[in-house]
C-alpha cells in the first residue's frame, strides 16, 4: 500500500500564499490518481482538488477554483497543492489521499490517505 506524507501546513495571513505537498513512498506515484481533501473543526471533510495519474486532468472545488491548484511531479513521488488568495474559511486540516482508478472527487472512492497538515489563516 502506498504511504502519503503531507507537508507545507502553517500560519498564513489572509491574501497570503502556501504549497502544500504530499509525498508517496511506498509504489510509484504514476499508479495513482491523487485527491486533495480538507476538514475543518465541526465540519464534514470535504473535496478540494484531484489529479489524475498523468497529470492531464485536474478537478476543483468551486469554493477553491481560481485560487488553487494542483499539480504533480511523478519523477520526485510528489503531488503539490499552491493555495494562493487564502481566506479565513479555508483554514482546515489538508489530506491527499491516492487511488489506483480514474481521477474521482469522492472520499471514499480513495482507499490510502496522509496523516494530515493543518492550515490556518488568520490575521
Known amino acids: 500500500q502506498v504511504q502519503l506524507v503531507e507537508s507545507g501546513g502553517g500560519l498564513v495571513q489572509p491574501g497570503g500564499s502556501l504549497r502544500l505537498s504530499c509525498a508517496a513512498s511506498?509504489?510509484?506515484?504514476?499508479?495513482?490518481?491523487i485527491g486533495w481533501f480538507r476538514q475543518a473543526p465541526g465540519k464534514e471533510r470535504e473535496f478540494v482538488a484531484a489529479?489524475?495519474?498523468?497529470?492531464?486532468?485536474?478537478y476543483y472545488a468551486d469554493s477553491v477554483k481560481g485560487r488553487f491548484t494542483i499539480s504533480r511531479d511523478n519523477a520526485k513521488n510528489t503531488v503539490y497543492l499552491q493555495m494562493s488568495s487564502l481566506k479565513a474559511e479555508d483554514t482546515a486540516v489538508y489530506y491527499c489521499?491516492?487511488?489506483?482508478?480514474?481521477?474521482?472527487?469522492?472520499?471514499?472512492?480513495?482507499?490510502?490517505w496522509g496523516q494530515g497538515t493543518q492550515v490556518t489563516v488568520s490575521s
Open positions: 489529479i489524475s495519474w498523468g497529470g492531464g486532468y485536474q
Open positions: 511506498g509504489f510509484p506515484l504514476d499508479y495513482f490518481s
Open positions: 489521499a491516492a487511488r489506483t482508478e480514474y481521477i474521482s472527487t469522492n472520499s471514499a472512492d480513495f482507499g490510502s
